[in-house]
């Protein structure tokens, strides 16, 4: 029988943490909650991907034009 730990991420994390964190335990996401409780009772906010990570890089660097030409 195959032992499974919930993992999961704080919106507070940064992108480096959830990246290790997505390949050290080899899954293909990971959920990402509210750091903060509030009373919506929804503290899901997303899931977050190594494809996700990368395409928010991408499109911050291209938005504030800091690529290397």
Request: aromatic share 8%; net charge negative; hydrophobic share 50%.
């Amino acid at each position: 029988m195959a032992l499974y730990v919930f993992l999961q991420v704080k919106d507070s994390d940064n992108l480096v943490d959830v990246a290790l964190t997505i390949i050290r335990n080899e899954i293909s996401s990971v959920p990402i909650f509210k750091s903060l409780p509030d009373s919506s009772g929804m503290p899901l906010l997303n899931l977050a991907t190594l494809q996700g990570i990368l395409t928010c890089m991408i499109l911050f660097y291209k938005t504030n034009d800091l690529l290397l030409d």
